[in-house]
C-alpha cells in the first residue's frame, strides 16, 4: 500500500515541478524583474542595516544604498560608451591586423598559404566536377543566356529624427526593465521586515519556527555570497585595470571594470572580460608584447584570485557543489537568457536552501548540496562492495586526517563489516562480492600501522600510553563465528599492542576445539570473545560457556561490537555467569583488557623472582 502512495506522490512532485519550470518560462517578463530585484535587496541588505544602525531612518537608507547602486551602474554605461570611441579608431587598426595575419603566410607559402591554396583547389575542383556533370544532363535543353541587368538599392541617409527614434527604440525596454527592479528593489527594502511576516503567514503560522530559518538561512547565504563576490571581483578588476594601463592597451579603466562586472557570471565571466582587452592588444600593437602581456596579466590575476582570494574570503560556503554551480548556471540560461546565466548561482542557494528545510524537495538539498550525503561508514562500504580497495582506501585516509586510527576502527570499518553481515543474512550479498569485502578489509587493517606510526605517536589521548608489547602473548582474541568476527578481533590486537600488551587473534575458518586447544596451550588469563551482529552473539554464548567449563581460571571478557548496545538485553542472553566483563566497543575493550594483562605480566615477571631467592643458599653474616 505504501508504494502506490510513494509513486503517486513522486509523480505528484514531478508534474508540480513541471508546472512550476513552465510558469517560469512563459512569465519570464515578470520573473526577470522580480529575482533582480530580490537580488539586489539582499546585496543591498548590509548597508542598509549598517546605515541604520548608525542612527539614519529607514527610508533615507533605502535611497542612499539604492542610489550608490544606480550611480555605479550609470558609471559602468558611461565606460561602457566608450566601446564606440574604439569602434571609429578601428581603421587605424587594420594595417596591424592584416600584418600579423600576413606574418603566418611565409615567402614560400606557409601553413596558411598552403591550407588556402589546397581548399581552394579542392573547391575549384568540386564546382568544375558538379558543372561538368550538370552540362551533361542539361546539355541538350540549354539555351543561351542572356546577362543580367545589375539592379543597385540606395537607402536614404538616416536623419537625425531617426537615429534618434532608433535608440530609444532599442534602449526602451532596458530601461523600462530598469525601472521596474529600482522601484522593487526600493519598496523590498523599506518594508522588508513587514513582506517577511507576510511570507511566513503565507506559508503557514504553524511553522513558524521552520520558515524563520529557512529564509533566515537564505538570505544570509545569499547575502554573504554577493558580498563576498563583489570584493573578490574589485580585487581582481583593479589589478587587470593597472596592469593594462601598464601594457598601454587603451581604455584601461573600462577593461577593468568590466572584467570586475563580467566575473559575477559563472565560469564564462572570466573568459568574457578577457576576450576584448586581448583583441584589442592584437590589434593596436604592430608587435606580439602587448598581446602576450595582457593574456599573461588576466591568466595571473585569475590564479591568484582562484586559488588564494577565494579561499580567504569563501571560508563560509554557499552550501552548492561545484557541479551544481554548472548546471544551474546551464537551467537558468536556457530559462531566462543572459539574465538567468547571471542570477543562476543565488537561485541556486534558495533551492538547495528550500530542499533543506522542505521534506518533499528534500531531493534539491541531496543533488546540488555540498555536503556529504552518506556516511563515512557507508561510503566505505560501497567502495568494498564496488570491489575498488583504492577508494576504499581513500575514505578511510580522509578520515584519518581528523580522527585517530581507534575511531576509524569504531565508527567505519566495524560498522562496515556489521553491514555486510546483514547484508549476508538477507542474501542481498554473495560470496565472492563477501570474500572480497572482508580481504580488503584485513589488508587495510594490516596497513594501517605501517602508515599511521608518525599519526599515532602524536595523538594526546595516545603519546603517554604507548609502549613496546612483550614477545610473550598476554591476550587471545577468539572469533565468535566468521571472518567479521576476527577482523574485529585483529583491531582490538592491534590497539592492545599499542598500549604495551602482546595479543593475538584465532582465524575463524578453526573449528571450536582448535581454538579451545590453542588457549589452553598459550596459558594466557585473559580471552576476549570477538563477537559482531547479526548472528554472533548465539555463538559467543556457547564459546562462553566451552571456556568457562575448561579453563575456569581464565578471564573472560565479551566484545559484542554495536553502536548503540543494549547492555540488559545482551546480559540477559549471555547468562550472568558466562563472562566477566561484557563490552560493545574497541575503546572500552582496552581499558579493561590491559590492566588485567599488566598484572599478569607482573605475575609472570615476578614469580621467578621469588623462585630464585628461596633457591639462594642461606649465609651468616658476622658482626
Given at each position: 500500500?505504501?508504494?502506490?502512495?510513494?509513486?503517486?506522490?513522486?509523480?505528484?512532485?514531478?508534474?508540480?515541478?513541471?508546472?512550476?519550470?513552465?510558469?517560469?518560462?512563459?512569465?519570464?517578463?515578470?520573473?526577470i524583474?522580480?529575482?533582480?530585484?530580490?537580488?539586489?535587496?539582499?546585496?543591498?541588505?548590509?548597508?542598509?542595516?549598517?546605515?541604520?544602525?548608525?542612527g539614519?531612518?529607514?527610508?533615507?537608507?533605502?535611497?542612499?544604498?539604492?542610489?550608490?547602486?544606480?550611480?555605479?551602474?550609470?558609471?559602468?554605461?558611461?565606460?561602457?560608451?566608450?566601446?564606440?570611441?574604439?569602434?571609429?579608431?578601428?581603421?587605424?587598426?587594420?594595417?596591424?591586423?592584416?600584418?600579423?595575419?600576413?606574418?603566418?603566410?611565409?615567402?614560400?607559402?606557409?601553413?596558411?598559404?598552403?591550407?588556402?591554396?589546397?581548399?581552394?583547389?579542392?573547391?575549384?575542383?568540386?564546382?568544375?566536377?558538379?558543372?561538368?556533370?550538370?552540362?551533361?544532363?542539361?546539355?541538350?535543353v540549354?539555351?543561351?543566356?542572356?546577362?543580367?541587368?545589375?539592379?543597385?538599392?540606395?537607402?536614404?541617409?538616416?536623419t537625425?529624427?531617426?537615429?534618434?527614434?532608433?535608440?530609444?527604440?532599442?534602449?526602451?525596454?532596458?530601461?523600462?526593465?530598469?525601472?521596474?527592479?529600482?522601484?522593487?528593489?526600493?519598496?523590498?527594502?523599506?518594508?522588508?521586515?513587514?513582506?517577511?511576516?507576510?511570507?511566513?503567514?503565507?506559508?503557514?503560522?504553524?511553522?513558524?519556527?521552520?520558515?524563520?530559518?529557512?529564509?533566515?538561512?537564505a538570505?544570509?547565504?545569499?547575502?554573504?555570497?554577493?558580498?563576498?563576490?563583489?570584493?573578490?571581483?574589485?580585487?581582481?578588476?583593479?589589478?587587470?585595470?593597472?596592469?593594462?594601463?601598464?601594457?598601454?592597451?587603451?581604455?584601461?579603466?573600462?577593461?577593468?571594470?568590466?572584467?570586475?562586472?563580467?566575473?559575477?557570471?559563472?565560469?564564462?565571466?572570466?573568459?568574457?572580460?578577457?576576450?576584448?582587452?586581448?583583441?584589442?592588444?592584437?590589434?593596436?600593437?604592430?608587435?606580439?608584447?602587448?598581446?602576450?602581456?595582457?593574456?599573461?596579466?588576466?591568466?595571473?590575476?585569475?590564479?591568484?584570485?582562484?586559488?588564494?582570494?577565494e579561499?580567504?574570503?569563501y571560508?563560509?560556503r554557499?552550501?552548492?557543489?561545484?557541479?551544481?554551480?554548472?548546471?544551474?548556471?546551464?537551467?537558468?540560461t536556457?530559462?531566462?537568457?543572459?539574465?538567468g546565466?547571471?542570477?543562476?548561482?543565488?537561485?541556486?542557494?534558495?533551492?538547495?536552501?528550500?530542499?533543506r528545510?522542505?521534506?518533499q524537495?528534500?531531493?534539491?538539498?541531496?543533488?546540488?548540496?555540498?555536503?556529504p550525503?552518506?556516511?563515512?561508514?557507508?561510503?566505505?562500504?560501497q567502495?568494498?562492495?564496488a570491489?575498488?580497495?583504492?577508494?576504499?582506501?581513500?575514505?578511510?585516509?580522509?578520515f584519518?586526517?581528523?580522527?585517530?586510527?581507534?575511531?576509524?576502527?569504531?565508527?567505519?570499518?566495524?560498522?562496515?563489516?556489521?553491514?555486510?553481515?546483514?547484508?549476508?543474512?538477507?542474501?542481498v550479498?554473495?560470496?565472492?562480492?563477501?570474500?572480497?569485502?572482508?580481504?580488503?578489509?584485513?589488508?587495510?587493517?594490516?596497513?594501517?600501522?605501517?602508515?599511521?606510526?608518525?599519526?599515532?605517536?602524536?595523538?594526546?589521548?595516545?603519546?603517554?600510553?604507548?609502549?613496546?608489547?612483550?614477545?610473550?602473548?598476554?591476550?587471545?582474541?577468539?572469533?565468535?563465528?566468521?571472518?567479521?568476527?576476527?577482523?574485529?578481533g585483529?583491531?582490538?590486537?592491534?590497539?592492545?599492542?599499542?598500549?604495551?600488551?602482546?595479543?593475538?587473534?584465532?582465524?575463524?575458518?578453526?573449528?571450536?576445539?582448535?581454538?579451545?586447544?590453542?588457549?589452553?596451550e598459550?596459558?594466557?588469563?585473559?580471552?576476549?570473545?570477538?563477537?559482531?551482529?547479526?548472528?554472533?552473539?548465539?555463538?559467543?554464548?556457547?564459546?562462553?560457556?566451552?571456556?568457562?567449563?575448561?579453563?575456569?581460571?581464565?578471564?573472560?571478557?565479551?566484545?559484542?561490537w554495536?553502536?548503540?548496545?543494549?547492555?540488559?538485553?545482551?546480559?540477559?542472553?549471555?547468562?550472568?555467569?558466562?563472562?566477566?566483563?561484557?563490552?560493545?566497543?574497541?575503546?572500552?575493550?582496552?581499558?579493561?583488557?590491559?590492566?588485567?594483562?599488566?598484572?599478569?605480566?607482573?605475575?609472570?615477571?615476578?614469580?621467578?623472582?621469588?623462585?630464585?631467592?628461596?633457591?639462594?643458599?642461606?649465609?651468616?653474616?658476622?658482626?
Amino acid at each position: 500500500m505504501a508504494a502506490p502512495q510513494q509513486s503517486s506522490s513522486r509523480a505528484t512532485g514531478l508534474i508540480g515541478a513541471a508546472l512550476v519550470v513552465a510558469a517560469l518560462y512563459f512569465a519570464r517578463e515578470v520573473c526577470i524583474p522580480l529575482a533582480l530585484a530580490f537580488l539586489l535587496s539582499f546585496l543591498l541588505a548590509p548597508l542598509v542595516l549598517r546605515l541604520r544602525h548608525w542612527g539614519f531612518g529607514r527610508t533615507f537608507s533605502v535611497i542612499v544604498a539604492v542610489s550608490a547602486a544606480v550611480s555605479l551602474v550609470a558609471l559602468l554605461g558611461w565606460l561602457a560608451a566608450q566601446v564606440y570611441d574604439l569602434a571609429s579608431k578601428s581603421p587605424q587598426y587594420q594595417s596591424n591586423m592584416q600584418k600579423k595575419v600576413q606574418s603566418f603566410s611565409l615567402p614560400g607559402g606557409g601553413i596558411l598559404g598552403k591550407s588556402k591554396r589546397v581548399l581552394r583547389e579542392l573547391g575549384q575542383d568540386l564546382g568544375s566536377a558538379g558543372k561538368t556533370s550538370e552540362s551533361e544532363q542539361v546539355a541538350p535543353v540549354l539555351k543561351p543566356e542572356s546577362k543580367p541587368i545589375p539592379v543597385e538599392i540606395h537607402q536614404p541617409e538616416p536623419t537625425a529624427l531617426h537615429v534618434l527614434r532608433n535608440l530609444l527604440a532599442s534602449l526602451a525596454t532596458p530601461l523600462m526593465m530598469a525601472g521596474i527592479v529600482i522601484v522593487f528593489v526600493v519598496f523590498m527594502l523599506i518594508n522588508r521586515e513587514n513582506l517577511r511576516d507576510r511570507l511566513i503567514r503565507l506559508i503557514g503560522a504553524g511553522q513558524l519556527n521552520l520558515t524563520t530559518q529557512a529564509l533566515d538561512d537564505a538570505a544570509q547565504r545569499v547575502s554573504r555570497f554577493l558580498l563576498m563576490q563583489l570584493i573578490v571581483n574589485v580585487s581582481y578588476g583593479v589589478p587587470i585595470g593597472i596592469g593594462l594601463s601598464l601594457v598601454g592597451v587603451p581604455n584601461p579603466l573600462l577593461w577593468g571594470l568590466m572584467a570586475a562586472v563580467l566575473r559575477f557570471i559563472p565560469y564564462l565571466g572570466p573568459w568574457l572580460a578577457a576576450a576584448m582587452p586581448a583583441a584589442l592588444a592584437f590589434a593596436v600593437d604592430p608587435g606580439w608584447a602587448k598581446l602576450l602581456a595582457t593574456l599573461g596579466i588576466f591568466v595571473g590575476v585569475e590564479l591568484l584570485t582562484y586559488n588564494v582570494l577565494e579561499p580567504c574570503l569563501y571560508s563560509s560556503r554557499t552550501g552548492i557543489s561545484a557541479i551544481a554551480v554548472l548546471v544551474g548556471a546551464v537551467f537558468w540560461t536556457w530559462l531566462w537568457g543572459p539574465v538567468g546565466l547571471l542570477l543562476a548561482t543565488p537561485l541556486t542557494v534558495c533551492l538547495v536552501v528550500l530542499g533543506r528545510y522542505v521534506p518533499q524537495l528534500e531531493f534539491l538539498s541531496v543533488l546540488m548540496g555540498d555536503e556529504p550525503v552518506l556516511t563515512p561508514e557507508a561510503r566505505f562500504y560501497q567502495r568494498l562492495l564496488a570491489m575498488n580497495y583504492e577508494e576504499a582506501s581513500d575514505v578511510a585516509d580522509e578520515f584519518l586526517a581528523e580522527h585517530s586510527t581507534r575511531a576509524l576502527y569504531e565508527q567505519v570499518v566495524i560498522p562496515a563489516l556489521a553491514l555486510a553481515k546483514h547484508d549476508r543474512h538477507r542474501g542481498v550479498l554473495d560470496h565472492a562480492r563477501e570474500k572480497s569485502i572482508y580481504e580488503s578489509a584485513r589488508e587495510l587493517i594490516q596497513e594501517l600501522p605501517e602508515r599511521q606510526n608518525a599519526q599515532t605517536a602524536e595523538e594526546p589521548d595516545h603519546a603517554e600510553t604507548i609502549r613496546t608489547p612483550n614477545t610473550e602473548v598476554g591476550v587471545i582474541c577468539v572469533p565468535a563465528a566468521d571472518e567479521a568476527d576476527e577482523l574485529a578481533g585483529l583491531m582490538l590486537c592491534q590497539l592492545l599492542e599499542q598500549r604495551g600488551v602482546a595479543a593475538k587473534t584465532l582465524p575463524a575458518s578453526a573449528l571450536m576445539s582448535e581454538r579451545l586447544e590453542v588457549v589452553a596451550e598459550e596459558k594466557v588469563t585473559v580471552v576476549c570473545i570477538s563477537a559482531l551482529p547479526p548472528g554472533a552473539v548465539s555463538a559467543a554464548k556457547y564459546l562462553c560457556k566451552r571456556l568457562r567449563a575448561q579453563l575456569p581460571e581464565v578471564k573472560i571478557v565479551l566484545g559484542v561490537w554495536q553502536i548503540n548496545p543494549d547492555r540488559s538485553r545482551i546480559q540477559k542472553r549471555i547468562g550472568p555467569a558466562a563472562a566477566d566483563v561484557i563490552v560493545t566497543n574497541l575503546c572500552e575493550a582496552v581499558e579493561h583488557i590491559a590492566p588485567l594483562a599488566s598484572q599478569q605480566e607482573a605475575l609472570s615477571s615476578a614469580e621467578p623472582s621469588v623462585q630464585a631467592e628461596e633457591e639462594r643458599p642461606f649465609t651468616h653474616s658476622h658482626v
